[in-house]
Structures are given as C-alpha cells and as structure tokens.
C-alpha cells in the first residue's frame, strides 16, 4: 500500500538547518570562484609570463577540472560518504586557493586554478541535500540552493571588484581559501550527518543511461544552452573589465559601485519574466528573448566602448537575460528530460556549465590577442547568433510536475501493475517504479491530473 501524498507536512527544523548549511556552503563555494571575474583581466599583467591567452586560460581553467570530476566525485559520495567527499572537496579548493594566492607566475595561477576546480562537489551536494530532506521538499531544497548561487554570484562580482583595490588578487585567494574552511566549519558543525545514502534517481547519474541522454535532442539544447551560456560569462568578463577602464574611462577601484546598482537592477527586471514564463506558459519566448537580449549585449558593447552609459545599459541587458537564462534552464531541464534518465542529464548539465566556463575563458584571451576587445564581444555576438539557431527548433516544453510516492508493498512481481494503474489516472504522463527505494516517481501536468485519484491511490 502506499503512503498518500496529500498536502505536504511542513519542513522539519532539521530540514531547514540542512537546506541552509548546504545552500551557505555552495554559496561560499560559488563566491570563491567568482570573485576574480571582474578584475583578473585588468590586474594579471603583475604575473611574470601573463599574456592575454594565459590570463584566458587561467580564468577559465577551473571549469576543465570541474567539468571532468563532476560526476565521479558525485558516485564517490555514494562509497565513502557526503561528508567525507565534500571536505575532501573544499580542501582541494582552499588548496588551489593558497596555490593561486603564493602565485608570482601565470603558470602557478593556472594550476592553482585547476586545482580549485578539482574540488567539484556540486553533485554530492545536492545527494546530500537529497538525503537530509523528504521526497516532497526537495523541489524547494533545490530551488533555495539555486537562489543561494545566484545571490554569491551577485556579490562576488560587485565584491571581487571592491577587494582587489584594497588587498589585491593575491588576498581575493586568500580570501577564498578561508571562506572554503568556513564551509567545512558549517558542514560539520551545522549539517546534519544522514543516517543512511541513497541512491537518488532524480538526483545522480547512471553510468548506463548517458547514451539515451545524448541521443536526446530536446535535452541536448538544454546542455548546449548551458554551455554557452557561462561561455559567454567568462568572455564576457575577459574583455568588461578593460572595456570599462581603458575605453570607457571607469577608473579601477570604481566598478563595484558600477556592478552593484546595475546587478540589483538587473535581478528585479528578471522577476516578471521568470512569472510570464512559468505562470502564462510562456517559456519558449521568454527563452528565445533572453537569449536574443544577450546578442544584443554583446553587440552594444562592441559598438559603445567608449560611452560608459552604453555600457552599463547593456550590461543591465546582459544580466537580465543571464538570470533568466540561470533561472529557468533547470526548470526546462526538469520538464524535458524523462524519469528514468533525469539524474543522468542533470549530472551531464552540470558538467557542460563548467565546461562552457573553462570555454570560455579560454578563447576570450586568445580572441583579444588577435582582435582586442571589439572581437571578443563580436564573436560572443556570433556564438549567441548560433544559439538561437539549435533552439528555434525546440518544442514548447509542457508544463509538467513530479511527485515521489512511496510505495510499503512493492516487489519485482508487481511493479509493472503498479507502474500501469498510476499511468491510467487521468493528466499522468509518466510513471517510473524503483523497487530498492519502495518509489515511484510520477510526472504529471498539472492541468490535467485527477487529483483525488494520485491521492488516493494505493496498490
């Protein structure tokens, strides 16, 4: 028999003290890496052997190792622990930090750059999160996290900016390196410690399913979107800074104030979209529009470098369409991709991010070396051209939910039945039986389910 789903009990304190412990250590995390964004491509010329393509690779070079320890740091956790691996997590990074902040040559910020990314624990963050918290907040645990790395990424640009001019890209790292150990501090001293793992199948990929994602067209441009997206990030930021300062006369120690109003701005412009998109069933639009805005950024900058109003507009632009684009490609991701391989493509989602960062990075420093500033924003201009190409042809996703109903009286025998009668209630698109969890993962639209019915449903 199973255990109705009607409305859901409130969370408990320790659900709440683990969502927040582990949404304060990705935040801490995310305002490591990002703090440099804003001033690494003015200030790195002080490193003995920095040329425009190192200062590019050194930008970007924690997204390659991010990229590639994603998913086995994420399947590590299931051995040896949560816990265990996000520590081993952090200190990698604090490590990379120390590494970056002793640096005296390009070469030595690299790898200590790598070396932070090495520390990829985003994926045994959210199992962790998965197992702290009940099937039915799990959707908000998520969200919360999301909210948590957009607000780092707010602050760390507006607060890079303002602590490079009072001690410098040497105390930013040493300043990452202690916000990592406080992360540790609050992982063992605030969250709790599971009493059991689990495999979530929402939540973690199997190694088996990886071809069914790739063969999915509709969850490839989500990937290809993602991957693109912090591309254009990390160009971007490549070429902003020095934009700002040599064309636009904005002097140094003046961008956070520059950042911070239009960031602020930028994230409350983004709000009523996120609601059209989601609420009037809009999505698609939304998302074509944004990314369209973003082309339109990267064109003006190219075109206004020396009128500092033009290019703070279009930044406001630029940050507008991102926090969109941040905001609503999980949501698509979740729609788009089917139950059985949903972890699998989160985990490949996760990884094309961090590899659209290293990307990005990577050939906005080759980019100015060839055609300066007015290049590197062109040809973001030209990458977000092809974007709009692969997504006009996507479908408007269908606005669909996914509930996990626990099941107490489920064996290989009767899964199939069991699977076949929650398909029959009327609005249920989707059923996906786990016997070792005693689950079933239902994705239905919300519009057209029998709500009575999935309540009331039992074996």
Same mark, same amino acid.
């Given at each position: 028999m199973t255990q109705k789903q009607n409305i859901p009990s409130a969370m408990t304190a320790l659900e709440k003290r683990s969502i927040t412990g582990l949404s304060s250590i990705f935040a801490l995390r995310m305002l490591g890496l990002f703090m440099i964004l804003p001033v690494f491509s003015l200030a790195a010329d002080q490193y003995n052997g920095a040329t425009p393509m190192l200062i590019g690779l050194a930008i970007g070079a924690y997204g390659l190792t991010q990229a590639l320890l994603q998913i086995p740091f994420g399947m590590l956790s299931d051995r040896i622990g949560r816990k265990r691996v996000i520590t081993i997590g952090l200190l990698l990074f604090a490590a990379g930090s120390v590494v970056a902040a002793l640096a005296d040559s390009i070469y030595m910020v690299i790898a200590g750059r790598l070396l932070q990314g090495s520390g990829a624990i985003a994926a045994a963050i959210m199992a962790l999160t998965a197992d702290l918290t009940r099937d039915e907040h799990r959707t908000k645990a998520m969200a919360s996290i999301g909210i948590s790395i957009g607000l780092? #990424?707010?602050? %760390?640009?507006?607060?890079?900016?303002?602590?490079?001019?009072w001690i410098g890209l040497s105390g930013i790292f040493w300043a990452t390196a202690l916000l990592s150990l406080v992360g540790i501090a609050v992982l063992h001293l605030w969250v709790p410690t599971p009493t059991r793992l689990v495999n979530h199948r929402d939540i973690e990929p199997a190694p088996q399913q990886f071809?069914?994602? #790739?063969?999915? %067209?509709?969850?490839?441009?989500?990937?290809?979107?993602?991957?693109?997206?912090h591309c254009l990030l990390t160009i971007s930021f490549f070429a902003l800074p020095i934009t700002l300062f040599e064309h636009a006369g904005l002097a140094k120690d003046q961008h956070a104030l520059a950042y911070l109003p239009v960031l602020i701005l930028a994230f409350i412009s983004m709000v009523p979209f996120i609601i059209i998109a989601e609420k009037r069933r809009k999505m698609k639009p939304i998302f074509i529009g944004a990314i369209a805005a973003l082309a339109f950024a990267q064109l003006g900058w190219s075109q206004l470098s020396n009128s500092l109003t033009g290019m703070l507009f279009c930044l406001w632009l630029f940050f507008t369409a991102f926090n969109i684009l941040e905001a609503s490609l999980p949501s698509l991701m979740s729609k788009l991709s089917p139950l059985a391989n949903k972890g699998t493509a989160m985990g490949i989602y996760s990884s094309a991010q961090f590899i659209g960062a290293f990307i990005g990075g990577t050939a906005g420093g080759v980019l100015f070396s060839y055609f300066g500033v007015s290049g590197v924003f062109i040809a973001g201009a030209g990458l977000t051209a092809l974007w709009l190409l692969v997504i006009l042809p996507m479908r408007a996703p269908k606005h669909l939910s996914t509930r996990i109903i626990h099941?107490?009286?489920?064996?290989?025998?009767?899964?199939?039945?069991?699977?076949?009668?929650?398909?029959d209630i009327n609005g249920v698109v989707e059923t996906i039986i786990v016997v070792e969890e005693h689950v079933a993962y239902v994705k239905f639209s919300p519009d057209d389910i029998d709500a009575d019915a999935l309540d009331a449903f039992h074996a």
């Amino acid at each position: 028999m199973t255990q109705k789903q009607n409305i859901p009990s409130a969370m408990t304190a320790l659900e709440k003290r683990s969502i927040t412990g582990l949404s304060s250590i990705f935040a801490l995390r995310m305002l490591g890496l990002f703090m440099i964004l804003p001033v690494f491509s003015l200030a790195a010329d002080q490193y003995n052997g920095a040329t425009p393509m190192l200062i590019g690779l050194a930008i970007g070079a924690y997204g390659l190792t991010q990229a590639l320890l994603q998913i086995p740091f994420g399947m590590l956790s299931d051995r040896i622990g949560r816990k265990r691996v996000i520590t081993i997590g952090l200190l990698l990074f604090a490590a990379g930090s120390v590494v970056a902040a002793l640096a005296d040559s390009i070469y030595m910020v690299i790898a200590g750059r790598l070396l932070q990314g090495s520390g990829a624990i985003a994926a045994a963050i959210m199992a962790l999160t998965a197992d702290l918290t009940r099937d039915e907040h799990r959707t908000k645990a998520m969200a919360s996290i999301g909210i948590s790395i957009g607000l780092s #990424f707010s602050v %760390a640009l507006a607060a890079g900016a303002a602590l490079e001019s009072w001690i410098g890209l040497s105390g930013i790292f040493w300043a990452t390196a202690l916000l990592s150990l406080v992360g540790i501090a609050v992982l063992h001293l605030w969250v709790p410690t599971p009493t059991r793992l689990v495999n979530h199948r929402d939540i973690e990929p199997a190694p088996q399913q990886f071809l069914n994602v #790739f063969r999915n %067209a509709d969850i490839m441009r989500m990937v290809f979107s993602i991957m693109i997206l912090h591309c254009l990030l990390t160009i971007s930021f490549f070429a902003l800074p020095i934009t700002l300062f040599e064309h636009a006369g904005l002097a140094k120690d003046q961008h956070a104030l520059a950042y911070l109003p239009v960031l602020i701005l930028a994230f409350i412009s983004m709000v009523p979209f996120i609601i059209i998109a989601e609420k009037r069933r809009k999505m698609k639009p939304i998302f074509i529009g944004a990314i369209a805005a973003l082309a339109f950024a990267q064109l003006g900058w190219s075109q206004l470098s020396n009128s500092l109003t033009g290019m703070l507009f279009c930044l406001w632009l630029f940050f507008t369409a991102f926090n969109i684009l941040e905001a609503s490609l999980p949501s698509l991701m979740s729609k788009l991709s089917p139950l059985a391989n949903k972890g699998t493509a989160m985990g490949i989602y996760s990884s094309a991010q961090f590899i659209g960062a290293f990307i990005g990075g990577t050939a906005g420093g080759v980019l100015f070396s060839y055609f300066g500033v007015s290049g590197v924003f062109i040809a973001g201009a030209g990458l977000t051209a092809l974007w709009l190409l692969v997504i006009l042809p996507m479908r408007a996703p269908k606005h669909l939910s996914t509930r996990i109903i626990h099941l107490s009286d489920i064996s290989d025998q009767n899964a199939s039945n069991i699977a076949q009668k929650l398909n029959d209630i009327n609005g249920v698109v989707e059923t996906i039986i786990v016997v070792e969890e005693h689950v079933a993962y239902v994705k239905f639209s919300p519009d057209d389910i029998d709500a009575d019915a999935l309540d009331a449903f039992h074996a």
